[in-house]
């Protein structure tokens, strides 16, 4: 099949392109790319023609933080469904967190995503648990989870808090060569809290989480991969703190990198109006003077990449007070026009910045030829309008969770479409 994608404005950190460019491609591949003249079509005539006038095109978005809850939790999601809502959000490659039921720890459950992930829209890569059970007691055999596809190895949702047990999974990914994707939280030390410790939280009467619960992992992290030289990114970052140590770990020459996520450089826990679970994340919402940190930190590119955390939950679980709803939000649908609404903008990001962020990076740190749109590329591109603006609708999500802060926001940067492997896996009919 032949897709050609016409009068586009191409961004591609990858290729050194950015500008008005035709594209096309051929089966699962990028065939030509060539500056607006109409030259790739006059000897060939396309099964599908895309005007993409006004449009930017990119390549897909690649998310490495998602929580698609199968096996064990289908009824907060599915590989399915939650593919769908990547491929809705302009995401071609998504990875699977482990902390499933049961846990992604042995190479049978792990080779039960795959075979979901092959009906999926997009492309799904799931990451092994670092321990057993996610018990933090017995590692898992991570050789064996690697074997089966794992890219990386994590224990999201909390952190291994024996530290030498961690080291060892520390040694054991670097004799691998693949990444460990640290949640980092000091779980005594957050104890039962639900929200960030200010005066929010005391206004409330909510347990606060302090930054020092992040941060205090954070520290022991780095210093362990630098003795184990092991590659680590510092999954959902929201303290400055933490992106004070990993700027000074990368200017160390560390194999450190850093995500974070809308909501942590969008709100802080003043904009929580109420006890409303919808704004219960973990980490939690973190004071404004930790958002100017985030956002300048995305700004100086020591954060490498704009995840997002998605974490679907049912609406009964969501409908309960913040002392007791799980924690998590939804992400995939709505990461990319918040992430261009209020830092593309705003001048705070370049598109260039964007795609590296959100694609390019994202690519490099799993090893993946993804990223880029050049000939002899797969075919994996998004195409969006930068100038519709919208309003954010949970109640039209593909995910099926509705659990999100950002209801009723008004977006620009509409999804109109997302390509995978030279398909079209999703197309925004209005």
């Known amino acids: 099949m ?21 594209i ?9 790319v060539k500056p607006n003249s109409g030259i790739i079509e006059a ?72 075979d979901q992930a092959k009906k999926a829209l997009v492309n799904v890569h799931p990451i092994g648990a670092i321990t057993i059970g996610q018990e933090g007691l017995e590692l898992t055999d ?8 794992a890219v990386g190895i994590s224990e999201d949702g909390k952190s291994v808090m024996d530290t030498a047990l961690y080291a060892k999974a520390m040694e054991e ?30 206004e409330l009467g909510l347990v606060g989480i302090s930054n020092a619960v992040e941060d205090i992992i954070v520290a022991r992290d780095i210093i362990l991969a630098k003795e184990t030289a092991t590659k680590l990114h510092l999954c959902h970052c929201s303290t ?13 020459g560390l194999s450190i990198t850093g995500e974070t996520c809308p909501h942590y450089f969008t709100l802080s826990d003043e904009d929580i109006p109420s006890d409303d679970s919808d704004y219960k994340m973990n980490p939690p919402l973190r004071s404004p003077k930790d958002v100017e940190a985030i956002i300048k930190a995305l700004k100086n590119d020591v954060l490498d990449v704009i995840a997002t955390d998605h974490a679907p939950h049912s609406k009964e679980e969501k409908e309960k007070p913040m002392a007791d709803a799980p924690f998590g939000i939804v992400g995939l649908e709505t ?66 969770g ?29």
């Open 2 to 22: 032949l897709i050609s994608i016409k009068n586009g404005y191409v961004i591609d950190p990858g290729s050194g392109i950015e500008g008005n460019y035709d």
């Open 24 to 32: 096309l491609i051929k089966d699962d591949y990028i065939y030509k």
């Open 43 to 114: 000897d060939i005539k396309a099964d599908k023609t895309i005007d993409a006038s006004g449009k930017l095109v990119m390549p897909g978005l690649i998310d490495l933080h998602v929580h698609l809850r199968e096996p064990g939790y289908e009824y907060k999601e599915t590989i399915l469904t939650g593919a769908a809502a990547a491929a809705a959000g302009g995401f071609t490659t998504i990875c699977a967190m482990p902390n499933t039921k049961p846990v992604l720890d042995q190479a049978d459950t792990l080779q039960f995503v795959l």
């Open 142 to 149: 991570i050789a064996a989870l690697v074997k089966v596809g």
């Open 173 to 202: 990914a670097a004799k691998l060569g693949i990444i460990v994707f640290a949640h980092c939280e000091d779980k005594a030390l957050a104890t039962n809290g639900v929200m960030n410790a200010g005066s929010k939280a005391k």
């Open 240 to 252: 400055k703190g933490s992106v004070k140590m990993l700027k000074l770990a990368k200017d160390k």
């Open 335 to 400: 990461a990319f026009s918040i992430t261009y609404t209020d830092l593309v903008r705003t001048g705070i990001l370049t598109n260039r910045q964007i795609v590296e962020k959100m694609s390019l990076n994202p690519a490099k740190i799993l090893g993946l030829d993804r990223g880029c749109i050049g000939e002899g590329k797969v075919a994996d591109i998004v195409i969006v309008d930068p100038d519709e603006e919208y309003t954010i609708d949970k109640n039209k999500f593909f995910s099926k």
């Open 402 to 430: 509705r659990n999100t802060p950002f209801h009723g926001r008004k977006v620009y940067g509409r999804v109109k479409y997302t390509i995978v492997s030279g398909e079209i896996k999703f197309e925004y009919g209005g």
